[in-house]
């Protein structure tokens, strides 16, 4: 069983940056692989970023460039750096692991990038 928590979102203004961090109960040493992906109201689930756990990493097209994934192991967390941020990034991000061939969901964290 794995509990995602995410934290981190806000309001910002466009060309900023905020940092978003979901914390892992248990080790995440062992979780294949860990997603963001977000959501804006009406629209489809976007996958934003991924990591794996030999460390390769994964972008959605519109945020390539701007958006960095990372994972500490020892503070069962993994990151997303989001730079020059833009209204259009405005959406509830999540984040997800996959475990043992199962899906973990967090309850998300609202970004929103306006003026």
């Known amino acids: 069983q794995v509990q995602l928590v995410e934290s981190g979102g806000g309001l910002v203004q466009p060309g900023g940056s905020l940092r978003l961090s979901c914390a892992a109960s248990?080790?995440?040493?062992?979780?294949?692989?860990m997603d963001w992906y977000r959501q804006v109201p009406g629209k489809q689930l976007e996958l934003v970023a991924a990591?794996?756990?030999?460390?390769?990493?994964g972008y959605g097209d519109s945020v390539k460039g701007r958006f960095t994934i990372s994972r500490d192991n020892a503070k069962n967390t993994v990151y997303l750096q989001m730079n020059s941020l833009k209204p259009e990034d405005t959406a509830i991000y999540y984040c997800?692991?996959?475990?043992?061939?199962?899906?973990?969901w967090g309850q998300g964290t609202q970004v929103t990038v306006s003026s």
């Open positions: 248990g080790s995440i040493f062992s979780i294949n692989a």
């Open positions: 990591i794996r756990s030999g460390g390769s990493t």
């Open positions: 997800k692991a996959i475990h043992g061939g199962l899906e973990y």
